[in-house]
């Protein structure tokens, strides 16, 4: 995964401290998640089945994970086969190097963006701008990031982070042919994007997109959004170059049936988004390649626990749900992939050597919402777990949990740990630990020690 996106130093608990005290951005974030969230429940409240759907979701997700690499050869030869050409990523390098190297085939110097999670990983606009080519984002929410030359906080509403009157400034500053007069009102601030937009999708011959799904026996690629950008991205331009995850693949067109209920709901809390695109291969005038990225992600399919993440199809319900996302916001992730999801997903897209991305399965709660709400059943909480244990520790944390698992082991050994504990209650601080353990008790108070263990009173009042 590539690193382009950090703009960030620290970790997340840094990170997170200084959000905390933006109350712009934690009143902007509540009233945004909260929103979507209760819209969510009540369109997914409807469906009395919802629960069969989503075991169902997660089924297909993981028979197709299970057999990837023969549905990934048959996508492969379907999309050959309706004249569209496949190429191969393996990391984010190479995937930038073969589409700036379409688009300068074109001798095109511009292109216009359908938002994706996927090019925004590997850094496909910095890296078309060393190549003298500009990206124009044309999802609304993706405008204001790149007009406030800004980083997206949100899966599904980039801009979340931002109110109204923040976006109305953005406009005036950075878009030549705003309204001098425009207000803060969001039909306002919507037609100046579209007449602003409208020029770009005319002019441009060359559109990027990612995708929500590919078929594997049709070869066809969908596309879901709520704007209409989508729709005139895939369809004006004469050459479309798509860059998608490996891991966005369904078998079957039947199969999307399940996805097209799970996703609209989840996602924006519609029975359904008001434009689904499907194409397949080249059509007349209009070229078609896709290409293929794993940056990580067969890495990610190797380990038995966190090879789940893979199933997510980016709804953002985790992100919504989160007591941690709401207070902290996106930024502090460090990653395109913010909240429980990104918490699980970077950190094994793109390792954990750095201070960021060790912190990151630690940036949780461990509630469990993001579970409940999750419309593939990603054990979110199950992967922290394990990502914490597999996160690099200090060597005095080492030995602690070392000489812990020795003491919790023995029934005999924890019987006398917890006897010598009271013997020596009183040497306890009561408030804060000293040295290298002050840190544990910051943000909390150090439990009272007993003078009898239960275990010894147990055994005393059984024998009396
Ligand atoms: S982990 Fe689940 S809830 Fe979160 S974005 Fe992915 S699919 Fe949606």
Redesign the pocket.
């Known amino acids: 995964m590539s690193a382009t996106f950090l703009g960030m130093p620290g970790n997340f608990p840094k990170n997170a401290a200084e959000a905390v005290q933006n109350s712009q951005l934690r009143f902007n974030l509540r009233k945004a998640t909260h929103t979507i969230r209760d819209k969510r429940a009540a369109v997914v409240g409807e469906l009395p089945d919802w629960q069969e759907l989503r075991a169902a979701g997660k089924a297909i997700k993981d028979h197709t994970l299970r057999h990837l690499d023969r549905y990934l050869l048959q996508l492969e030869e379907a999309v050959t086969r309706a004249g569209g050409t496949v190429h191969w990523a393996r990391d984010a390098a190479e995937a930038n190097r073969i589409v700036a190297d379409l688009v300068k085939a074109t001798g095109e110097t511009e292109v216009v963006k359908v938002k994706s999670m996927a090019t925004q990983e590997i850094g496909l606009n910095e890296a078309l701008a060393k190549e003298g080519v500009t990206a124009y984002e044309t999802d609304l929410a993706e405008l204001i990031v790149q007009l406030g030359d800004d980083f997206p906080s949100h ?1 599904l509403v980039p801009a979340i982070h931002r109110n109204r009157s923040e976006i109305r400034e953005i406009f005036l500053r950075e878009m030549p042919d705003a309204p001098a007069g425009l207000s803060d009102d969001p039909a306002a601030l919507a037609e100046a994007a579209r007449l602003h937009l409208r020029e770009r999708f005319l002019r441009s011959k060359v559109a990027i997109s990612g995708a929500n799904f590919m078929i594997a026996e049709t070869g066809t690629l969908v596309v879901l959004e709520s704007e209409g950008n989508g729709r005139m991205c895939l369809t004006l331009p004469r050459t479309l170059i798509s860059v998608v995850g490996i891991e966005k693949l369904l078998p079957t067109w039947r199969d999307l049936e399940v996805f097209l209920q799970l996703l609209p709901r ?1 996602s924006t809390g519609e029975r359904m988004n008001p434009y689904t695109s499907m194409w397949t291969g080249s059509v007349e005038g209009q070229d078609f390649h896709l290409v293929l990225l794993d940056n990580g992600r067969t890495g990610v399919l190797a380990d038995e626990v966190g090879r789940q993440a893979l199933r ?7 992100l919504n749900v989160c007591p941690v996302y709401e207070r902290a916001g996106g930024h502090a992730y460090g990653s395109v992939y913010p909240g ?2 990104g918490a699980i997903l970077t950190p094994q897209l793109r390792g954990m050597s750095s201070d960021l991305d060790a912190s990151l399965p630690f940036a949780s709660s461990l509630c469990g919402a ?1 579970y409940d ?4 059943a ?1 054990d ?1 909480p199950e992967v922290l777990v394990d990502l914490r244990a597999k996160a690099p520790h200090g060597a005095a944390e080492r030995a602690g949990m070392k000489a812990a698992g020795w003491v919790l082991n023995s029934e005999r050994r924890l019987g006398a740990a917890q006897r010598l504990a009271s013997r020596m209650r009183r040497f306890v601080p009561k408030r804060r630990l000293p040295g290298p353990l002050a840190a544990w008790t910051d943000t909390r108070d150090v439990p009272d020690i007993p003078e009898e263990s239960f275990r010894d009173w147990w055994e005393r009042n059984e024998r009396a």
């Open positions: 899966i989840s997510c199809i980016r709804c953002s319900a985790c429980p999801i993001c709400v999750c419309p593939v990603i979110i």
